[in-house]
């Protein structure tokens, strides 16, 4: 059976977004941040999105150029501290943010992937992170219900990628992108190096093809990945 090919362009594969579209951004600050299918994303302009990632970048960087732009309603995250922009127009009101703790809302997108409904924890019991949530009892222990999150759309940064979409990430780029992957409806994945079928080693694949939609070879990197250093 001959796999198929799922390179794509890069406008292409964004254009698949529209007004209302709930996507994950793989990234833990800047490793495994897509940011340049964050850039087409800003400059195809869908509206009232959706945006469930761990956290808001800096101001002027990632995220926050979304942001800038006036493309996200609501934010599911984990800290919004580093990006003055997303504190404001949280505070005013212009989007909705919802925290999680940083382990919950990785459990989260992996119960997602994994078809679960939710999950259930101790963690944020009797803190604001736990108010209007369900709870139930366990063996005499009080637990959250926390949901599952799926989305419409992935959009995942990977160092080396073949032509049927399996991925290898390099360190700590790994990060909420294979849980992503699998949580998602259309994975496009954005990839610094594309190989030929059979040229990644099989243990150094982390997202099989099957989990991928789309391919996007990068011509070049954007100065925003130059802040790391490998």
Do not use: W
């Amino acid at each position: 059976m001959k796999l198929s090919d799922k390179t794509t362009a890069i406008s292409d594969a964004i254009d698949k977004i529209s007004d209302g579209a709930s996507i994950m951004v793989g990234g833990f600050g800047i490793p495994g941040t897509p940011f340049c299918l964050i850039d087409e994303l800003v400059r195809q302009g869908p509206k009232n999105l959706t945006i469930i990632k761990n956290d808001a970048n800096e101001t002027d960087m990632g995220i926050d150029h979304l942001l800038k732009n006036g493309q996200v309603t609501r934010l599911i995250t984990t800290h919004i501290g580093l990006n003055a922009r997303a504190i404001a127009m949280m505070n005013e009101g212009v989007i909705t943010v919802e925290f999680c703790a940083q382990g919950i809302l990785a459990e989260r997108i992996r119960a997602g992937g994994a078809g679960l409904a939710g999950i259930l924890t101790d963690i944020g019991i009797d803190t604001e992170l736990g108010d209007g949530k369900q709870q139930i009892t366990v063996n005499g222990s009080p637990q959250i219900v926390e949901t599952a999150l799926k989305a419409d759309f992935a959009l995942i940064h990977a160092d080396q990628a073949d032509t049927f979409g399996n991925l290898a990430y390099v360190a700590t780029a790994r990060n909420f992108n294979p849980l992503m992957a699998m949580a998602a409806s259309t994975v496009i994945a954005e990839t610094e190096a594309l190989v030929p079928m059979g040229q990644l080693a099989p243990d150094t694949i982390h997202t099989p093809g099957p989990f991928v939609d789309h391919v996007v070879e990068l011509a070049e990197l954007t100065k925003e990945y130059a802040v790391v250093r490998r």
